[in-house]
């Protein structure tokens, strides 16, 4: 078969490529990183996953503002799971960046809260990776409060350019990687695809 893509060629698997030896885990870390489209919807596909599995849910974005009602809110709302949005919209938009800060810390405390509280069996923290980059909230204290979660809470963190130190402590880590987008062909965003 040859890919379309790049022209090589590709066989279906015949061996089977699952590793020796696999173990079932209490929780995971997932972290979705890079600089392409998707890495918080590939989180809210897990979201439905969880809640198709009877799992509370909590949401904290840290960037999209609680204004802006966007379309996994509203479902995610309609579906049972605690949402909090602490971000006040992009910082380019911003009047007051000490602000910003300010109210991302804030939600920072509330996000450990959560963490720490166990009634979840997934917390979502969309956007986590900019906090952390931008030096607004200190990456060990997100480390730390990842790790020392209680042992039945899985965490998403997205963004991009995750810190190696959120990296290492991850089971998982998915890079999007920017191929193409409508944005950079002046197109923009479009409700129902892009929020």
Known sequence: MTDQTDGTTTEA????????????ATSLVLVNTGNGKGKSSAAFGVMLRALAADWQVAVAQFIKSSDWKVGEERMGRQLGVEWHAFGDGFTWDSDDLDQDIAHARAGWETATRLIAAGAHQLIILDELTYLCTWGWIDVADVVAAIVDRPEHVNVIVTGRDAPAELIDIADTVTEMTEVKHAYQQGIRAKRGIDY
């Open 13 to 24: 698997l015949t061996d089977d490529p699952r590793p020796d030896g696999l173990r079932s």
